[in-house]
């Protein structure tokens, strides 16, 4: 009696190759945000560094949306030429500054898209906060 492995384990072991060699060339946003704590007066500088994947147009031309948290995004589109294998830079850093009326803990999410295809997306949280209490006034009556 011979036995022999079921197709579907075979089938199933290459799908499983293909997609974690798939995701070890897929691009990823590394996000930052400068200073990492600040007032409210603060200008915040929030810079992505896209790493990996490979130089194609499948990452020309990307739109950079960024998620401010309460519902406020702002997005930055910017004009390409036609891509051309081989001649054509791929945009790897985005950047952008912000400044937040408010304190607390703040979460800023960027998503990088292709058209309507998420292609990498990062999150980074941090404080607003006076680091030091706004300065406050009193008055005292100068009458007896």
């Excluded at 060339?25 to 603060?42: D, N, W």
């Excluded at 020309?60 to 401010?68: V, Y």
């Excluded at 803990?105 to 404080?127: H, Q």
């Amino acid at each position: 009696m011979k036995l022999s492995r079921p197709t579907s384990w075979v089938v199933a072991a290459l799908v499983a190759w293909s997609v974690s060699g798939a995701d070890a060339k897929r691009a990823k946003a590394s996000l930052r945000v400068v200073p990492q704590m600040g007032s409210p007066s603060t200008s915040f500088l929030f810079v992505a560094d896209l790493k990996g994947g490979a130089d194609t147009e499948d990452l020309h031309c990307l739109i950079a949306e960024w998620d401010w948290g309460s519902q406020d995004t702002s997005v930055q589109e910017s004009e390409c030429s036609p891509f051309q294998p081989g001649a054509t830079r791929i945009e790897r850093r985005y950047s952008t500054t912000r400044t937040f009326s408010t304190e607390g803990v703040r979460t800023v999410t960027l998503f990088l898209r292709k058209g309507n295809k998420l292609v990498a997306r990062d999150s980074i949280s941090f404080r607003v906060t006076w680091e030091k209490k706004p300065p406050t006034a009193s008055f005292r009556d100068p009458r007896p």
